[in-house]
């Protein structure tokens, strides 16, 4: 995550870190630090993911959001390689994604609005973020505890 995005959401501070990162031109950077269990909408579905925060130089036209294999396996992700088809899993609903529609729509127009941007909205009162994170600990919860059931082979809730 660049460090311009952390700077746009309330409260966040990224945790230091002695990290490094050799980059495909194979440079090294060393990341501002770590930003732990960000909650993040994805086509409806929120997810909490943890990010690494480069200090990069800014496009104006969009800052990149990398959400790598840990958050595929936390949405549960299903990919189909062949067909483009990306689908995101919680316990009883799926969305199916068309990466290349979705691709093909960004190389078109980079301006465009895609279900792959990220939105940091802080106009939200105080109340309703701690309502969302209590039903999202809840919601938590509650996986575990059918997760820990079905190792035991009882059946889930």
């Not at 899993?89 to 729509?105: C, G, H, L, P, Y």
């Not at 301006?111 to 938590?140: D, M, T």
């Amino acid at each position: 995550m660049p460090w311009s995005m952390m700077k746009k959401i309330p409260g966040a501070v990224a945790k230091p870190t002695k990290m490094s990162l050799s980059l495909a031109d194979r440079s090294i950077v060393h990341p501002v630090g770590i930003l732990h269990d960000v909650l993040v909408k994805v086509a409806g579905f929120v997810f909490p993911a943890d990010f690494v925060v480069l200090d990069m130089e800014e496009d104006g036209n969009w800052e990149p959001l990398l959400l790598g294999r840990p958050f595929l396996a936390t949405g549960r992700t299903l990919i189909d390689v062949e067909s483009g088809e990306l689908v995101l899993r919680t316990e009883d609903q799926n969305i199916s994604i068309n990466v290349f529609e979705a691709m093909k729509r960004h190389d078109e127009d980079p301006k465009v609005e895609n279900w792959y941007e990220v939105g940091v909205s802080n106009n939200k009162k105080k109340e309703e973020k701690n309502k969302e994170e209590k039903a999202y600990k809840g919601e938590v919860e509650k996986r575990v505890e059918n997760e820990s059931s079905a190792k035991k082979g009882k059946k889930p809730l």
